[in-house]
């Protein structure tokens, strides 16, 4: 079986795998993530064998590839675990079966993040197979609870540092290449995140009057905190561009269409006008704008015909780089607005700090990029969602965020949602964009 092959078969068997991480570490399926550790010994068995692969975390992989020498490594980055699928009925193919069909490989996991995971094994897995020994030590760190912001990367991130680890950069999941984000550039753009968003959750709780639904009364818990929820949704956090964005618009300006060459290519200048105008232009453009509020759960009453007592909702927010999380959980108070609400902060994680764009590091992610898809306009971007590079980026100044692979608008949207998939062909270029950018170190 060629390595192309071998990806992708690879690649359905962990699909297959129902690798689902749970808040409650106590509902998670260990023979599941048992399995993969399994599968993925079977699949790779000379990165296996060369390289001294530990075991952190519970499910986690920390793995040493040593090179000519163990100065200024690389840290590539993935995670084991995927969120839950919701409906199985509402997708076109079974979302655990790692079915191949028209052109890509069906089910949760195939974009975040099993196919990088595969991706980066199978660029290590031929190399070593072809002989090849890195001109510095590679790591690989593989987190097992990064979709419930668990602590498997933060064990790994202090296992390095007890060796005494200094990463000449790290590379986790994030940006990918994309068409269209940008009105007036066709060429494909390789967004490659040089910091991300703070995370910050919440929790408001509305308090009233409960009993019985048939005598309802004005401004119970329920419309105290719809009214809350309309609040936010009607008064969103002011936008700005953070120099990073800037960048970004700059370098893409060079590829644009006029106007919006001139436009883009006076980015620094223009940028009050265009934090007013990005958020009119979608929903991803307004993102890259302001910190984000997005209601994801609600509850309320235990029964149909009961008024409850207290209601909630949980609310997740993206916080833009240059603010803070208690200036954003404060600012959430001030627009509810309500004394019967409570606005309770259940995590924070500030933004990244922002990578450097001028020197060698992330010219070789450019570099790299130019050769394996040519006509790409590499851009520096803050990422909207949060990895677990993150803690990473905490303690080391070069920590980039790219999966080298297409993404049309309806995968991206299908990360988190239904009838997630990747393209056979750019699972198999995003192994030899790993493999060209191992050799070049």
């Given at each position: 079986m060629t390595g192309d092959d071998a990806a992708v078969e690879a690649l359905r068997a962990l699909i297959r795998i129902p690798t689902v991480s749970d808040w409650e570490r106590e509902r998670e399926d260990r023979a599941a993530f048992e399995a993969l550790l399994a599968e993925l010994r079977s699949r790779f068995p000379r990165l296996h064998g060369t390289c001294e692969?530990?075991?952190?975390?519970?499910?986690?992989?920390?793995?040493?590839?040593?090179?000519?020498?163990?100065?200024?490594?690389?840290?590539?980055?993935?995670?084991?675990?995927?969120?839950?699928?919701?409906?199985?009925?509402?997708?076109?193919?079974?979302?655990?079966?790692?079915?191949?069909?028209?052109?890509?490989?069906?089910?949760?996991?195939?974009?975040?993040?099993?196919?990088?995971?595969?991706?980066?094994?199978?660029?290590?897995?031929?190399?070593?197979?072809?002989?090849?020994?890195?001109?510095?030590?590679?790591?690989?760190?593989?987190?097992?609870?990064?979709?419930?912001?668990?602590?498997?990367?933060?064990?790994?991130?202090?296992?390095?540092?007890?060796?005494?680890?200094?990463?000449?950069?790290?590379?986790?999941?994030?940006?990918?290449?994309?068409?269209?984000?940008?009105?007036g550039v066709d060429a494909p753009i390789a967004v490659v995140g040089v910091s991300e968003k703070g995370t910050v959750d919440i929790e408001l709780r509305a308090r009233g009057d409960g009993?019985?639904?048939?005598?309802?009364?004005?401004?119970?818990?329920?419309?105290?905190?719809?009214?809350?929820?309309?609040?936010?949704?009607?008064?969103?956090?002011?936008?700005?561009?953070?120099?990073?964005?800037?960048?970004?618009?700059?370098?893409?300006?060079?590829?644009?269409?006029?106007?919006?060459?001139?436009?883009f290519g006076h980015a620094r200048r223009l940028r009050p006008l265009l934090a007013r105008v990005l958020p009119r232009l979608g929903h991803e453009t307004a993102a890259l704008a302001r910190t984000t509020v997005a209601v994801t759960q609600l509850t309320g009453s235990p029964g149909a015909n009961v008024i409850a007592a207290t209601a909630r909702a949980h609310v997740n927010m993206r916080v833009m780089v240059g603010e803070t999380v208690d200036g954003a959980v404060e600012r959430i108070r001030r627009t509810v607005d309500d004394p019967h609400v409570e606005v309770v902060l259940v995590s924070g994680d500030e933004p990244s700090p922002v990578s450097p764009t001028d020197d060698t590091a992330y010219a070789l992610l450019e570099a790299t990029l130019e050769e394996v898809f040519p006509g790409t306009v590499p851009v520096p971007y803050v990422m909207l969602a949060a990895t677990d590079s993150r803690h990473f980026h905490r303690v080391w100044p070069r920590v980039y965020r790219f999966t080298p692979f297409r993404m049309t608008d309806a995968q991206r949207a299908a990360i988190h949602g239904v009838d997630e998939r990747i393209g056979v062909d750019d699972l198999r270029d995003g192994v030899r964009w790993y493999r060209r950018l191992i050799e070049q170190l």
């Open positions: 692969v530990e075991r952190i975390a519970g499910d986690a992989l920390l793995v040493r590839w040593p090179g000519r020498t163990p100065e200024a490594p690389v840290v590539l980055m993935a995670h084991l675990d995927v969120v839950p699928v919701g409906d199985p009925e509402a997708w076109s193919h079974p979302p655990f079966a790692g079915d191949l069909a028209d052109g890509c490989v069906w089910g949760r996991g195939a974009l975040d993040c099993k196919g990088s995971l595969v991706a980066t094994c199978q660029a290590v897995e031929d190399l070593i197979t072809d002989g090849v020994t890195p001109g510095r030590d590679v790591w690989l760190s593989f987190g097992c609870n990064e979709e419930v912001s668990g602590g498997a990367a933060k064990d790994a991130v202090a296992i390095l540092r007890e060796r005494g680890v200094e990463p000449w950069f790290v590379l986790d999941e994030g940006g990918a290449i994309v068409r269209g984000v940008l009105p009993g019985h639904a048939s005598a309802p009364r004005r401004m119970g818990a329920t419309s105290r905190l719809a009214r809350a929820i309309l609040r936010l949704e009607r008064k969103p956090f002011p936008s700005h561009l953070p120099d990073a964005t800037i960048e970004m618009l700059e370098r893409a300006g060079a590829h644009a269409r006029m106007p919006y060459a001139a436009v």
